[in-house]
């Protein structure tokens, strides 16, 4: 009997697929084949040779072709990606093609590993000496009239720049050439001296470079924890072994890939969804042959082969930004723990304002904890006020006492940020005659106003319209604005400081890839300016000139019926304010909000974020809430509500009988119908989490099987991190 192929196909179906061997090669676990699949051709992963086929040899197809002569995913990341299908019950298909660039989920040959260089053209150097190009294209021709640079140093030099290179390219002014990787330390800057805490930090690490030991390194804003991330990588590096820094939002990447570089002389390969395809497949390939030491990326980079892995490193380990929420639903903190475990290295978790998950493995003895409680070179924390906006008459939402706070920073020539965690100009367009407001026909909710484009926009399925002139149920033309987001604050302070550089940084001025870089270049100097942001700006960036913080709207996160929102408040608070100070000099918060006596502010101001973490642990150990219970939620959706109730009703009646499981619904979601779909769910909780996966495991493939599955859209999310 001939060998059979288990396969892994990119299919949302909880299954593998057998194949006979193509008429040539021979394939291996984590090889690549290119195989019929219905009507079409699918790249798919090689799970298992010889396999034991269910059906016979004569009606199995064979695999068109084989796309790898040896393994293109090793042992373990083969291992930890069932591990991962099997955890988060998802499709293994779709788990196995998570792991690999796009690039490399079709049937073309593998990108050349070498570093990619550009040079100019003879007709280039005579465009670029004529000066007859403009924009992008005149920089990118400068840049290069200097010397051949490689990709990487034209990211950090001219973010944005492949747009310019794809004219210049066709037009015959540049050139693209190929050379091997390069093998020579780059020049490196000296560490600053550590501080005790940051030492002790470092040193515990580093007596576990070799084995599995998971870290949870808490450390208040500002307070040096990428100063041991780098002291870490360069003792790994002196190892020979790779390092693997995962950061939540590509707006961090850029000044982390300059940094790192600079520090440790060496290449910095970046992983995250907004490099283009080949640049990402490069990346991948060069970490797997182990040439690439520093691996930078967002929460896919989770995947990337590490043979001589040294160190895993998550920063801002807290952030949501690292659940994936479509298709494969996995979170790449947990993860990280699991590779690190298989990997035998050590996993650094760093954050100021850790997640309650990761505390409680902590105060269960599975995480060592570490310690930064200093701002090394600041003078003093900065110091916080609360606001009461009772009584108080606002300004576009901001009080007298905010505005006087910003007039007498920017008059000391320091920088103020406004924060406000909702874009737009307001949330809402209500006429004053009759009550009328504009709803988004597919959510039934509320279309935010955004001004400056003279738009209509859901915030939920992006469906815009215009703004009307007058009132369609009344005819009325008191149309008013209620509320304030980004847009509007940045209008109100435009007109307060005339003379003082206002800067917006939302979703909405940094859409272009090198927007948000140059929006923050131009406050690294010591001239006055005010931002106004949303949580983009909570993350990770060091503003020295940056010395006062108003948050704007702290109660929407007080009054949420998520039992995560405390938390979410309680780390946004702390991270927005951590970015004043951050230098020689004082910085100043101020929260305004209409409950100065909430209890979870009054905590968190008087005693911190550790205390108002444990205040709140309390309370889901009482209520046996996670982490200390575990949660599965399905989620379905259709056009109309019917399928929605019959699937989940057919969902509920499948589920075994236990004592152990506690059933929520169905129910309608949170966000009942949001782009023309009408949503609900099934909450499934349980005390121990092995007795929830093995009771859900059968039920998934009855899930599959069932006729209603097949008139709706169905996921299960495993910890899901939020119920909408």
């Known amino acids: ?145 200097e010397r051949a640079l490689s990709a990487q140093e034209l990211t950090e030099r001219l973010p944005g720049w492949r747009d310019a290179s794809r004219r210049l390219a066709a037009a015959g002014l540049i050139e693209r050439s190929e050379r091997p990787p390069l093998n020579h330390a780059l020049p490196a800057s000296l560490p600053p001296q550590l501080n005790d805490e940051q030492q002790q930090a470092v040193a515990a690490v580093s007596a576990h470079l070799g084995e599995y030991q998971p870290f949870l390194l808490d450390g208040v804003t500002g307070s040096g924890k990428t100063e041991v991330y780098l002291a870490l990588i360069e003792q790994v590096l002196a190892q ?91 979170h790449a903190r947990d993860l990280a723990v699991v590779r690190a475990r298989a990997l035998n290295v050590p996993v650094l978790l760093g954050s100021g304002t850790p997640s309650l998950e990761s505390l409680a493995n902590a105060e269960a003895g599975r995480y060592r904890t570490l310690h930064l409680r200093a701002r090394p070179g600041a003078i003093r924390p900065p110091q916080v006020q609360i606001i009461d906006m009772r009584a108080q008459r606002l300004e576009h939402g901001m009080s007298p006492a905010l505005l006087a706070a910003v007039a007498e920073t920017v008059a000391r020539g320091e920088q103020a940020l406004v924060f406000r965690n909702r874009r737009g100009y307001a949330p809402v367009l209500l006429c004053r005659s009759c009550g009328w407001h504009p709803d988004c026909p597919r959510c039934d909710r509320p279309l935010t106003l955004h001004a400056g484009r003279r738009q209509l926009l859901c915030h939920h399925c992006d469906f ?135 209890p979870l502010l009054r905590g968190l101001l008087a005693h911190g974020y550790a205390a108002a973490a444990r205040e709140l642990l309390a309370e889901r150990r009482q209520i046996q809430l996670p982490p200390y219970s575990h949660q599965v939620l399905l989620r379905a959706d259709a056009p109309t509500r019917e399928p929605v109730d019959a699937f989940l009703a057919a969902a509920h009646a499948a589920l075994p009988e236990s004592a152990e499981l506690q059933i929520a619904g169905p129910m309608p979601a949170p966000m009942p119908l949001r782009a023309g779909r009408h949503r609900g769910q099934l909450l499934l909780e349980a005390a121990s989490r092995s007795v929830l996966h093995g009771l859900l495991r059968p039920w998934r493939l009855a899930l599959t099987a069932m006729p209603q599955a097949r008139h709706v859209r169905w996921s299960l999310d495993v910890d899901p991190i939020d119920l909408y």
């Open 464 to 598: 815009r319209q215009r703004v009307p002139v007058a009132c369609p149920v009344c005819a009325s033309a008191d149309l008013k604005p209620q509320g304030q987001g980004t847009e509007r604050l940045e209008e109100a302070l435009i007109a307060h400081f005339p003379q003082v550089p206002v800067l917006r940084v939302d979703r909405e001025t940094t859409r272009r890839r090198d927007a948000f870089e140059q929006l923050l270049a131009t406050l690294q100097n010591d001239q006055p300016a005010i931002l106004v942001g949303t949580q983009m700006l909570a993350k990770g960036h060091d503003l020295p000139n940056l010395t006062m913080v108003a948050i704007v709207g702290v109660d929407e996160g007080l009054h949420s019926v998520d039992f995560r929102a405390g938390e979410r408040m309680a780390q946004l608070v702390v991270q927005v304010a951590g970015r004043a100070g951050r230098a020689r000099k004082p910085g100043r918060v101020l929260l305004q909000t209409h409950q100065p006596e909430h």
């Open 1 to 145: 009997m001939p060998a059979v192929l288990r396969v892994a196909l990119p299919v949302p179906l909880p299954t593998l697929f057998d194949y006979l061997p193509p008429a040539e090669g021979s394939a291996q676990a984590g090889s690549r084949v290119w195989v019929p699949f219905g009507r079409g051709k699918l790249v798919g992963v090689v799970v298992e040779i010889d396999a034991q086929a269910a059906v016979g040899s004569s009606r199995l197809k064979p695999a068109i072709r084989l796309l790898d002569d040896a393994p293109l995913l090793d042992a373990e990341l083969m291992q930890t990606l069932a591990w991962a299908a099997d955890y988060w019950l998802g499709a293994p298909g779709e788990a196995y093609a998570n792991a690999l660039p796009l690039a490399l989920r079709e049937p073309r040959p593998r990108p050349a590993i070498g570093d990619e260089y550009w040079s100019l053209s003879a007709a280039g150097q005579s465009a670029h000496d004529a000066g007859s190009r403009r924009g992008g294209s005149k920089q990118l021709l400068a840049l290069l009239a």
């Open 240 to 330: 020979g072994k790779q390092a693997l820094l995962l950061v939540p939002e590509i707006g961090l990447a850029p000044q982390t890939v300059r940094r790192l570089r600079e520090r440790l002389g060496v290449i910095v390969e970046v992983l995250h969804s907004n490099l283009s395809e080949g640049d990402r497949a490069r990346a991948w390939l060069r970490a797997r042959a182990g040439s690439a030491r520093v691996i930078l990326g967002t929460r896919s980079a989770m995947f990337t082969p590490l043979p001589e892995a040294g160190i895993i490193i998550v920063d801002e380990e807290h952030d949501s930004a690292y659940k994936q929420q479509e298709g494969f639903r996995y």
